[in-house]
């Protein structure tokens, strides 16, 4: 088992919409090939230091992600967490002057008529993962690995990134079965890769179908440094445990929404280790229980402590509860909001889908 080499890379720091020019973008040292060089890679800037604080609006937020995914691979994680409020709008594929991004849009209103939908959820991972393979393009396209849970997702990947230098690498999918691969690696110019198709009658393409092999587990593509797992379920982290014992500590395994703290049962007691201890949370912001603590948020930004924070009718959001280690229980979250004095008229018309929404307005 190799471990995390130490080869440092630089890159510019990226807006959260900015386009990539290769031409002035970054040089690659000359170095040894290795089994991995994700160490110390500087693709998110200087790694935060300072007090746990609150990201004040997407741009922030993208900014600390990177920080905090910096110093876990300097500090040689290769399993790593990151999640993002529900449905979280990062407004990737819907670029927009005029616009200004805060994180009322990483926390929207589910009671509004905008209120979240399957195609919202899917496009809110696509765009995570996007900022991700966007953030490790200096490893190259075929070092970069995007997993998707099915062929159909993979596919719509596929066709969005397909004309993005920056968004360059394999894109597969666990189960391949749901649609038929396309394959391969999502480059400028392929037209997501869709391929003119012949004429064939309904016996042909049922041969075709069987003649792609989709049997057998699924594997990481060869050379694969980097392997982003967009939103898994419970199905798709039997796959991601084997995955991790096959490939080792040196390919970094980073999971993209996984939610894991929603699991109550795992596959084995050797799975809920992997994926309760051997996984470290690295960056995440969400909604704390809303039946323990009303209007709050619980943040996390490696190596910092877990922090619980609510936001009041009139004001900037205050952190009431700071604890090291595992996130906070409903229990300890029950406890620090009662310890907090809220007014009589806060209690009465505070309305928890406004009081998210408008976090940092």
């Not at 290769?78 to 709008?89: C, F, H, I, L, T």
């Not at 200004?100 to 809110?124: F, H």
């Not at 396309?182 to 037209?191: C, F, H, L, M, P």
Request: charged content about 30%; hydrophobic content about 40%.
């Amino acid at each position: 088992m190799n471990s995390i080499s130490l080869v440092a890379v630089s890159i510019w720091t990226l807006g959260l919409l900015s386009t990539v020019k290769p031409s002035s973008a970054f040089k690659l040292p000359a170095v040894a090939t290795t089994s991995t060089r994700l160490s110390r890679i500087n693709v998110f800037g200087e790694a935060e230091t300072k007090e746990p604080q609150l990201p004040k609006d997407v741009k922030d937020a993208i900014s600390k992600c990177r920080g905090a995914v910096q110093k876990g691979l300097e500090d040689r994680l290769s399993r790593m967490d990151v999640e993002m409020p529900v449905g979280a709008d990062f407004g990737v594929e819907k670029k927009s002057k005029n616009k200004k991004r805060n994180l009322a849009s990483l926390t929207q209103d589910e009671s509004s008529e905008s209120s979240l939908t399957m195609e919202k959820l899917d496009t809110s991972n696509r765009e995570l993962a996007r900022l991700f393979v966007e953030m490790f393009q200096p490893l190259g396209a075929s070092h970069i690995c995007t997993v998707f849970n099915d062929e159909y997702l993979a596919g719509q990947a596929r066709e969005i990134w397909a004309n993005d230098i920056s968004a360059e690498c394999n894109i597969v999918a666990i189960d391949r079965k749901g649609k038929r691969s396309r394959g391969g690696i999502a480059k400028v110019g392929n037209k997501g890769l869709k391929k003119k198709k012949k004429s064939m009658g309904f016996a042909a393409k049922i041969a075709s179908e069987l003649e792609e092999d989709v049997s057998g587990p699924f594997n990481l593509p060869k050379d694969t440094e980097v392997a982003l797992f967009v939103a898994p379920g419970p199905k798709e982290l039997i796959a991601i445990e084997r995955i991790c014992n096959e490939v080792g500590m040196g390919t970094c395994i980073i999971l993209l929404n996984a939610r894991l703290s929603y699991f109550e049962k795992f596959a084995s007691d050797d799975a809920r280790k992997l994926f309760t201890e051997d996984f470290q949370t690295v960056w995440s912001l969400t909604a704390a229980p809303q039946e323990d603590a009303p209007g709050c948020l619980m943040h996390r930004a490696y190596p910092g402590s877990w922090i619980l924070a609510r936001k009041p009718t009139v004001g900037t959001p205050k952190t009431i509860s700071l604890k090291d280690g595992a996130r906070f229980t409903a229990d300890e979250c029950r406890e620090a909001y009662d310890k907090i004095e809220i007014s009589d008229l806060e209690k009465g018309t505070e309305k928890l889908a406004e009081n998210v929404a408008n976090w940092f307005k």
